[in-house]
């Protein structure tokens, strides 16, 4: 997070110090969405307003990517990325027993409906469903009859579902959670706040596109993660108007 303040900027003191220094803390500004920024005696933003006792007993994790310094030439100008896999969390996979359509048409469709149903990130890989969340068998069984019973079709093909505890991933599995599910949503909320503050500057006629394209790979058995940001100004007026309007 950047924390943009001017420097004289003085903030209210909480009333509760920090309960890991002691320090005065505010509230008006909070790290990760959920601390209370470290400030001076005086109300002004202590360094980046995380707690320097909590920073000196938890350093700053690493990046869960880090520059891969492989050079892979795809043709497309993307960024290869190393994936720190102490940063990803568990993986848990789940099996799905179907009937004869195919496995991504149906575990796709699985995936999203677990992400909605019990939180987390959901994808497929290794012919799985995987996730960071752990589901109990009895639950998705639960879960699947609820299924059947909306009546989906694709669904009713599925004749379970359940953990498959013998599971490791692999590192294709891991590249693609994290290019799926950690990357791509936060390169998209970013995109998302940036398009956001671009369209309030006043562009009458045009708009900007940045899309994001995010893949994994495996590079010398270790998961990696491509990145390539394209951008691109597409005229609002198309050219039915703009010939209709132009002088003949
Ligand atoms: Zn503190």
Request: with cysteine.
């Amino acid at each position: 997070m950047t924390i943009s303040n001017t420097p004289q900027q003085r903030y209210p003191i909480a009333k509760e110090p920090c309960r890991y220094c002691s320090g005065p803390v505010t509230w008006s500004i909070k790290i990760d969405n959920r601390f209370p920024a470290h400030v001076t005696l005086e109300g002004f933003l202590l360094d980046d307003g995380r707690c320097p006792k909590f920073k000196k007993l938890n350093p700053q994790p690493a990046p869960l990517l880090s520059s891969s310094g492989t050079n892979l030439d795809n043709g497309i100008g993307s960024e290869f990325y190393l994936v720190n896999q102490d940063r990803v969390p568990p993986l848990y996979a789940y099996e799905i027993k179907h009937g004869s359509m195919a496995f991504q048409k149906v575990a796709g469709k699985l995936a999203y409906q677990s992400k909605t149903r019990f939180g987390g990130h959901w994808t497929t890989a290794d012919y799985r469903i995987i996730s960071d969340k752990k589901v109990y068998p009895a639950v998705l069984e639960q879960f699947l009859k609820e299924l059947w019973n909306e009546d989906l079709p694709p669904f009713k093909m599925v004749r379970s579902i359940a953990p498959d505890t013998a599971w490791s991933p692999s590192s294709l599995a891991i590249a693609t959670f994290v290019a799926r599910e950690l990357v791509s949503s936060d390169l998209q909320k970013q995109i998302d706040k940036a398009l956001d503050s671009e369209s309030r500057k006043d562009k009458k006629d045009v708009n900007l596109r940045i899309e994001a394209d995010v893949r994994p790979w495996v590079v010398d058995c270790k998961p990696v993660v491509s990145i390539s940001i394209s951008t691109s100004i597409e005229s609002k007026v198309d050219l039915k108007t703009y010939t209709g309007s132009a002088p003949q």
